[in-house]
């Protein structure tokens, strides 16, 4: 089955730092990847969407300043939280969708767990 | 917005059948998804059923779908205590091509 790695699984950080997380597919060419956030406990939010090449679109609510998605090709998309502070804590998970499975099936990655102290 | 609905926990003993409920309000969802998540890890996807079908079985799990009331539930036959984990469904509306996912049941199997 198609597969999606994030690096890194886990990050602390001190406060103030910017914090790169990666999200790959690894045996598919990923056309559109997405990036959640998931507090405890709770669902999944989706953060934005990026189709490679181009720009990523921000739901509701999240700061593209902040927030900064990069897919510039179709195994690869990045996240960065920029001047992360302790409310940026969470866990974040991408999802990859493209020539993979059943139409439109999302394939997610294991997750990145982010402290920010 | 869509909203999707799920109980938030589930309790059942090793062997017994878990029925975990979803509701929905996209009346032009077209897919329907099960999702797995254990501790720590990323979401499996189980399994996810068209939204013009009934119900659909895969070995041990059974989806049924009931599109009038905007009802889908997930049945686990003969649960043991690896499927103790998180179970997220999600919907697909008609022209979006992205997840609303509810808020997920956890599901504790006990001994």
């Known amino acids: 089955g198609a597969v999606v790695s994030q690096h890194p699984s886990w990050v602390i950080c001190k406060s103030g730092t910017s914090v790169k997380i990666e999200c790959r597919s690894l045996d598919f060419q990923a056309t559109t990847m997405f990036w959640y956030r998931q507090f405890p406990k709770q669902s999944l939010m989706l953060m934005a969407t990026s189709n490679e090449g181009s720009k990523a679109t921000y739901e509701q609510g999240v700061e593209k300043d902040k927030f900064l998605i990069n897919h510039a090709s179709l195994t690869l998309s990045t996240l960065t939280v920029t001047s992360a502070h302790p409310e940026d804590s969470s866990f974040y998970i991408c999802s990859a969708r493209g020539n993979a499975g059943a139409v439109d099936e999302q394939f997610f990655g294991p997750g990145t767990r982010l402290t920010v102290l | 917005g869509e909203d999707v609905e799920q109980s938030l926990f589930l309790s059942v003993r090793e062997g017994d059948s878990s029925v975990i409920n979803c509701t929905y309000t996209d009346s032009s969802s077209t897919y329907l998804y099960w999702y797995k998540q254990e501790p720590g890890a990323g979401l499996q996807l189980l399994t996810y059923?068209?939204?013009?079908?009934d119900m659909k079985q895969d070995q041990r799990l059974t989806v049924l779908l009931n599109k009038k009331d905007k009802h889908l539930s997930l049945r686990i036959a003969d649960t043991q205590t690896g499927d103790s984990a998180i179970y997220f469904c999600a919907e697909k509306g008609g022209s979006a091509r992205q997840l609303t996912f509810g808020s997920g049941t956890q599901l504790t199997v006990l001994p």
């Open positions: 059923i068209f939204s013009n079908m």
